[in-house]
Structures are given as structure tokens and as C-alpha cells.
């Protein structure tokens, strides 16, 4: 069975530094891997994936996510955080080989401090 | 907006109740998952439709039940109620892209049981 943990509750970090919130993932085989954004009392929010090649994936509002096989990792970053970015980000495998299923992790709770 | 609805947005209801949230999936979307988001337990998978047949489950109880109709819109009932129950619980639809399935996700139906 697929796993994913974020091992930060939160992140605090200040505007214009750049931020990352860390995701390893535990599945077998070649999986797809998901950020995805939830905002205060809205739903959640496709944020960019990888499912193969280049490993630096980039996706939407200036973030990228940097896949390590080796590491099974899959951390979000962003080089300079803006204020608009504080929100609950979730990280998320799909097992791959035609699998509907996204397995969520518990979610990392981004504070940007002006 | 991901063009996944659900209504109602907000519901309270008493211990021992039955209630009943609405998911209407994004045009051409043909399956739908059901999530419960809460607190201590984060995001959970709960079930999911693909075409009006059930196609995984997750961690649902037994006092929960869910069904996608020809329309493809589909209802989760939630009956028995109990304290624990208070949650958002989420619907999302998806499509695949390249043979990966992205899931867009609906607001959210926030649950109150007292």
C-alpha cells in the first residue's frame, strides 16, 4: 500500500525568502505525485504533478516540486514566498498503472510573515 | 472554481440524524470521489464512482453509503450520526490527462453534529 508523509505541520517562512515543504513518499513501481493547495474554508486546488522525465516539474502561482527517485521525495519549493501563499498544502501519490486512487498526506501549514 | 458543486455548503444537525450531501461532478467527468477532511485524521479517502458503479472504497464506515446516478451526480448519506462525524467532506471529479487521473475538487460541505 501507498503512503506519504509530511513530516512538517508547518512552515513559517518570510516574504521573499524562498520556501519548501518536504513530501516523501513510500509506493512500488513508478508513481505520479501531486501538490495540491487548500485556501481557508475552500476546496482543494491542483497545484502541478510528475509523472515522468524532467524531475524539476513546474506548476502554477511560481512553485516547482523537485522529484528524487532515490530519495523518494517530492518537496515543493517556490524562490521567493509571498504573503498570498499562506495556506494548507497536501502532497499526494497516485500509484500509477491506470490507478484512480490519490493517497493524501496530512498536509503542511504554510505561514508567509510579511 | 473547479466546476465541481456540492451542496449544501454548510450543515447541523443533531446526534442520530441522517443526512444527505450532493456532488455534481465537472461536465464530462465520470467519476467521482468522496473525501471526509477532519482534524485528527486529515484527509480521508471514503469511496468512489466511476459511471454509477462503485469502484473503490476507502476508510467509510458502515453508516455511510454513496451513490452516482445516470446523471452522474452523486449523493453521500451519512446516517446514524455521531459527534466524530463533524467534518468538511469533499467531492472531486476527474478526467485523465495523458493517461494520468488529476482530481478537481468541489468546496466542500461542512458538517456539524451536536
Known amino acids: 500500500a501507498q503512503s506519504v508523509a509530511q513530516p512538517e505541520d508547518q512552515v513559517n517562512v518570510a516574504e521573499g525568502n524562498p520556501l519548501t515543504v518536504k513530501c516523501t513518499y513510500s509506493v512500488s513501481g513508478n508513481p505520479y505525485l501531486f501538490w495540491y493547495v487548500q485556501y481557508p474554508n475552500r476546496g482543494l486546488q491542483f497545484l502541478l504533478k510528475y509523472i515522468t522525465g524532467d524531475n524539476l516539474v513546474k506548476g502554477s502561482y511560481g512553485f516547482e516540486a523537485e522529484f528524487n527517485k532515490s530519495q523518494t521525495s517530492f518537496h515543493l519549493k517556490k524562490p521567493s514566498a509571498l504573503v498570498s501563499d499562506s495556506a494548507l498544502y497536501f502532497c499526494?501519490?497516485?500509484?500509477?498503472?491506470?490507478?484512480?486512487?490519490?493517497?493524501f498526506g496530512k498536509g503542511t501549514k504554510l505561514s508567509v510573515i510579511p | 472554481d473547479s466546476g465541481v458543486t456540492q451542496t449544501p455548503k454548510h450543515l447541523i444537525t443533531a446526534t442520530g440524524q441522517r443526512v444527505t450531501l450532493r456532488c455534481s461532478p465537472r461536465s464530462g467527468d465520470l467519476s467521482v470521489y468522496w473525501y471526509q477532511q477532519s482534524l485528527d485524521q486529515g484527509l480521508q479517502f471514503l469511496i468512489q464512482?466511476?459511471?454509477?458503479?462503485?469502484?473503490a472504497k476507502g476508510n467509510i464506515l458502515e453508516r455511510f453509503s454513496a451513490q452516482q446516478f445516470p446523471d452522474l451526480h452523486s449523493e453521500l448519506n451519512l446516517s446514524s450520526l455521531e459527534l466524530g462525524d463533524s467534518a468538511l467532506y469533499f467531492c472531486a471529479s476527474s478526467v485523465a490527462v495523458a493517461g494520468v487521473y488529476e482530481q478537481y475538487f468541489g468546496p466542500g460541505t461542512r458538517l456539524t453534529v451536536t
Open positions: 464512482y466511476y459511471n454509477g458503479e462503485e469502484r
Open positions: 499526494a501519490v497516485n500509484p500509477g498503472a491506470g490507478s484512480y486512487q490519490l493517497t
